[in-house]
């Protein structure tokens, strides 16, 4: 058995790492403006990453895996494709692609299964071709492998609120629109990015906000017919795309939540009936995250919980690893801040393969 993971807790045995090669800063698209913040140094600016900073995110990378590995995981790598090639569909056109540094953000793995997710900006349409090799080789060598691939969006122009192209917008109105529910894409049609879901077991728990709207959701729910899906939402983000920044599980009953986006009250009941506590995170070491990134500085919380002891935590940040160590849990420093840009810390650069352990029910009362 090759593929095998159910939470993102259990004891990490095979895991499949990003690369930065020759990743692309896309050109400006519905999904994409809405989510770069407007004050960013990134604003108008497109094309190919210096191979400078290429280089430097890739030695991060390599020496990630090798950290891994020395700690007895298989480690497998994508195969970037690519990414100056513009995409162009019946449909849309972009004019580049992004590139494979985030798999977090495209496969699901879900027990023996690994989803290709709808994926919901244009430059991230082919991005699951840089993962196929591997999910090839998975299937071709474990006759359990479910290879799952969600209907390929439209992504017209009806997918997305026109609202959020403004170029100020601000973030009073911002958080506003995040309270109503009111994100950039509508609900023409199903949408989701994978590192919107976090897996419990039994129970799949999936933010609603940018990336994945409530037909993505509902399609999740039709597609693990033995789950049950839970909408979430985070209304201290003004920028809400995924929730590995926000959310964080580290073992059965624990979960460390963005203080600045806390889980409302009335959605906490799940956890709350089930003993589960829910815990704020601590502060960023930075104020500002590195250049020409896209996510926040609560990269912080974006760890990688390697089983119910050990967790990766990026190496400058040291109020998180402080508070994890408090916790009873054991860090490992990983030096990633220099690859942030490239598309996310530690839980968006990997996507599991195998994890130990089975399909649990960690809320039994529901
Ligand atoms: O806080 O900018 C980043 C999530 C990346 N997967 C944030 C969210």
């Known amino acids: 058995m ?31 403006d809405a989510k770069v913040p407007e004050d960013s140094d990134m604003k108008g600016s497109w094309g190919r990453r210096t191979q400078e900073t290429i280089d430097r995110a890739n030695e991060l990378l390599d020496n990630f895996s090798r950290q891994l590995e020395n700690l007895g995981i298989v480690v497998d790598r994508p195969t970037p494709i690519d990414f100056s090639q513009p995409i162009k569909t019946p449909d849309f056109k972009a004019e580049s692609q992004f590139g494979c540094m985030p798999p977090r953000d495209v496969l699901l793995t879900v027990g023996s299964e690994i989803l290709e997710a709808t994926m919901s ?35 017209t122009d009806k997918d997305y609120y026109p ?29 989701f990015d994978a590192a919107d879901i976090l897996r419990f077991g039994k129970d799949l728990v999936v933010q609603h906000g940018f990336t994945t709207n409530c037909k993505g959701i509902e399609w999740l729910n039709r597609h693990f017919p033995n789950h049950r899906v839970h909408t979430v939402n985070f209304p201290g983000d003004p920028y809400p795309i995924h929730i590995d920044a926000t959310f964080t599980p580290l073992r059965p009953g624990l979960i460390l939540n963005n203080p600045n986006r806390r889980l409302p009250q009335e959605q906490r009941k799940l956890f709350n009936d089930n003993d589960w506590e829910i815990v704020d995170s601590a502060q960023p070491a930075h104020n500002s995250p590195p250049p020409l990134c896209y996510s926040s500085t609560w990269l912080s919380m974006n760890v990688l919980v390697l089983d119910h002891k050990t967790v990766c935590v990026e190496k400058s940040e040291v109020y998180q690893a402080e508070q994890i160590d408090a916790l009873g849990m054991n860090v490992i420093e990983v030096d990633l801040r220099d690859a942030y840009a490239f598309g996310g810390g530690l839980h968006c650069c990997t996507a599991d393969v195998y994890r130990e352990g089975n399909c649990q029910d960690y809320f039994p009362k529901q």
Not at 18 to 28: E, F, L, R
Not at 128 to 136: A, E, H, T
Not at 139 to 155: G, Q, T, V
């Open 2 to 32: 090759i593929v095998n993971s159910w939470n993102e807790w259990d004891p990490l045995k095979h895991v499949i790492v990003g690369k930065a090669d020759n990743c692309h800063i896309p050109a400006p698209e519905p999904a994409l």
């Open 121 to 155: 900006y244009r430059c991230r349409w082919f991005e699951y071709l840089c993962y196929r090799p591997l999910l090839q080789k998975y299937w071709e060598n474990d006759s359990n492998f479910r290879h799952e691939s969600a209907p390929k969006p439209r992504l």
């Open 163 to 191: 609202d959020y192209l403004s170029e100020k917008i601000g973030d009073t109105k911002r958080l506003e629109w995040a309270a109503k529910k009111f994100f950039v894409t509508t609900e023409e049609e199903p949408l």
